[in-house]
């Protein structure tokens, strides 16, 4: 049981992962985080 239940986490996490809705928003996500801390780093400067 223990096996099968991971096999389909695994598979529906790549499903997810190639989604390109999913990859365009992991993107954003990636670019906002840089640009608070782009920003925090100017501020504290």
Known sequence: MG???HNKI????HSVLS??????LL???AL???GL???A???LH
């Open 19 to 24: 989604d390109k809705r999913v990859q365009a």
């Open 3 to 5: 096996t099968s239940l």
């Open 32 to 34: 906002a985080g840089a």
């Open 37 to 39: 801390v782009w920003m």
């Open 27 to 29: 993107a954003l996500g």
């Open 10 to 13: 695994r598979l529906g996490r």
């Open 41 to 43: 780093l100017r501020l």
